[in-house]
């Protein structure tokens, strides 16, 4: 019985020791990041203000909502131009530029987006259409929009060619270079250029790339798109070449 009594008791001594061995590091940790804040603080400008900042990705067109921004504190000094501190400048009005997750809502974001077909520029009897991509896929994530590629499909130990001279409209990095650009002049910052097509050096890998097509490839496109990977390929000049 004595013996039974004495296990309880160190167990319970152990399970106390556990847990204030759990609270002091928890206490460590939080005290390294105040820490880590403080210095920030330091570093930038210890003034702060509330403002709305993005709370996921806002598409352009979205209403402003206290579903996608909310109020947090930020340091002035990091702040863009004509940032929005005051709910009824934010609620209910409509973006006229996509905004990415924990950006801070500016006026210049705000306005009435055009329409689908203004914004992607579609030329004339063509149809606009979206395809997941990936940088493997379209030549390194080298794909802007404005360039013209060779669709191929891939699958099954099969490679066939869809279309020739297709126009990109629009890319997964559009938005997001497009956002960062923004914000970047805001600050009075420019971007850095790089690549052979005048991408910027803070691109993400593709997601998806928007075509420019006729209207009777497109369900071949989709159906392939769907059962088989796609493949943006750059043809080069020949003109370039004899040169």
């Known amino acids: ?41 330091a570093k930038y400008g210890g003034e702060q203000i509330e403002v709305y900042v993005a709370d996921r990705d806002i598409n352009a067109g979205e209403e402003l909502s206290p579903s996608n921004v909310s109020k947090r504190l930020w340091l002035v000094d990091l702040l863009p131009a004509g940032a929005l501190g005051t709910e009824a400048d934010v609620y209910g009005q409509t973006l006229a530029m996509p905004m990415l997750a924990n950006e801070v809502v500016a006026s210049a974001k705000l306005g009435e987006a055009g329409s689908a077909a203004e914004m992607l520029k579609i030329p004339e009897g063509l149809c606009a259409l979206s395809v997941p991509s990936d940088n493997l896929r379209a030549v390194g994530g080298a794909i802007q929009a404005g360039t013209k590629v060779a669709l191929y499909a891939a699958g099954s130990g099969e490679v066939r060619l869809l279309d020739t001279d297709v126009l990109v409209l629009a890319t997964s990095n559009t938005v997001l270079t497009g956002s960062l650009a923004a914000g970047q002049a805001a600050n009075g910052l420019s971007g850095n250029s790089s690549g052979v097509l005048g991408g910027t050096s803070s691109q993400a890998n593709l997601k998806w790339v928007t075509l420019a097509l006729q209207e009777e490839r497109v369900q071949e496109v989709i159906a392939a798109s769907e059962e088989q990977s796609l493949y943006l390929v750059l043809v080069g000049d020949d003109e370039g070449e004899k040169q």
């Open 1 to 41: 019985m004595r013996s039974r009594r004495m296990r309880l008791l160190i167990a319970c001594f152990c399970g106390v020791l556990a847990a204030l061995a759990v609270f002091w590091y928890i206490s460590d940790i939080r005290a390294e990041a105040t820490g880590a804040r403080q210095q920030a603080i």
